[in-house]
T-cell receptor, first 112, second 115 residues
């Protein structure tokens, strides 16, 4: 079955550090890929999505590039802030299908 | 736009009691989804309604869990005879329709604790 793997369960950084959260997927077709962010006490909210190979999604300084060759969608940010502390989820969905497959999530803690 | 509203935000029940969770989707959204979130299992799909009709309940535990959408402004998730393993955050999401082009907007969730 389809799956999403996030390598890092937790990441701790200092402000202005560079962030990478790895996301790899296994899918039989050509899914749309998503990054969601969840702050404490809130539901997940969409950061951005990408639907095609080599398409870059970006929002709030975060970015990720759809790479079909390596089946990856790694999240990056050049300089994190304390306010970026949250849980980040990588997910996939197929066109015409409402079901997400979510990764396990990565908890980011940024220390001022 | 108040977003997706979920009530209560926290619920504590004793083992064997019933729990009913409420969701009010964003006005005009025809698709409503329920998810369960735990540390061990992460985010799990439970069930999906479109235009109030149940479309897919493949994620629902077959016993004790049921969901309804009696009108376009609210949906309920009912858990009968709650067990400690039902403790989780239950998230409701809505979207304009169920297609992948439309973002799912999540509510803040209801944290259910079964003692």
């Amino acid at each position: 079955g389809d799956s999403v793997t996030q390598t890092e369960g937790q990441v701790a950084l200092s402000e202005e550090d560079f962030l990478t959260i790895h996301c790899n997927y296994s899918a039989s077709g050509y899914p749309t890929l998503f990054w969601y962010v969840q702050y404490p006490g809130e539901g997940p909210q969409l950061l951005f999505r990408a639907s095609r190979d080599k398409e870059k999604g970006s929002s709030r300084g975060f970015e990720a590039t759809y790479d079909k060759g390596t089946t990856s969608f790694h999240l990056r940010k050049a300089s994190v802030q304390e306010s970026d502390s949250a849980v980040y989820y990588c997910a996939l969905r197929y066109t015409g299908n409402y079901k997400y497959v979510f990764g396990a999530g990565t908890r980011l803690k940024v220390i001022a | 736009n108040a977003g997706v509203i979920q009530t209560p935000r926290h619920k504590v029940t004793g083992k064997g009691q019933e729990a009913t969770l409420w969701c009010e989707p964003i006005s005009g959204h025809s698709a409503v989804f329920w998810y369960r979130q735990t540390i061990v299992q992460g985010l799990e799909f439970l069930t999906y309604f479109r235009n109030q009709a149940p479309i897919d309940d493949s994620g629902m535990p077959k016993e004790r869990f049921s969901a309804q959408m009696p009108n376009q402004s609210h949906s309920t998730l009912k858990i009968q005879s709650t067990q400690p393993q039902d403790s989780a955050v239950y998230l409701c999401a809505s979207s304009l329709n169920g297609g992948v082009s439309y973002e799912q907007y999540f509510g803040p969730g209801t944290r259910l604790t079964v003692l």
